[in-house]
């Protein structure tokens, strides 16, 4: 079984950084799209960022400039650092991955690591 795995999170300051991992476990035959979510404190989750197979980007208008997505050398494996955070930016951060396992397509999703900002 094929498992998304996040790590990184904790306490900083704003104006600080931290770099998010997410590598997968289990056997994939190519990955399609990776992609960092983040739900804050009360709110819906929302998107971060995506990659594409192909190296294309794309990100929320509320962290552009500040983050940057990138993937790894394995497969389903992508990295987010964040730099300037600020405190609305607090949230848990999941990474997520559209995948193939063979033919078989796969959507999966990480357990959720929390990124916590303090003013």
């Known amino acids: 079984q094929v498992q998304l795995m996040e790590s990184g999170g904790g306490l900083v300051q704003a104006g600080g950084s931290l770099r998010l991992s997410c590598e997968a476990s289990?056997?994939?035959?190519?990955?399609?799209?990776m992609g960092w979510y983040r739900q804050p404190p009360g709110k819906q989750r929302e998107l971060v960022a995506t990659i594409s197979s192909g190296d294309i980007t794309n990100y929320a208008d509320s962290v552009k400039g500040r983050f940057t997505i990138s993937r790894g050398n394995a497969k389903a494996t992508v990295y987010l650092q964040m730099n300037s955070l600020k405190p609305e930016d607090t949230a848990v951060y999941y990474c997520?991955?559209?995948?193939?396992?063979?033919?078989?397509?796969?959507?999966?999703w990480g357990q959720g690591t929390l990124v916590t900002v303090s003013s």
């Open positions: 289990g056997s994939i035959s190519s990955t399609l799209l």
């Open positions: 997520n991955g559209r995948v193939l396992d063979g033919l078989r397509y796969l959507e999966l």
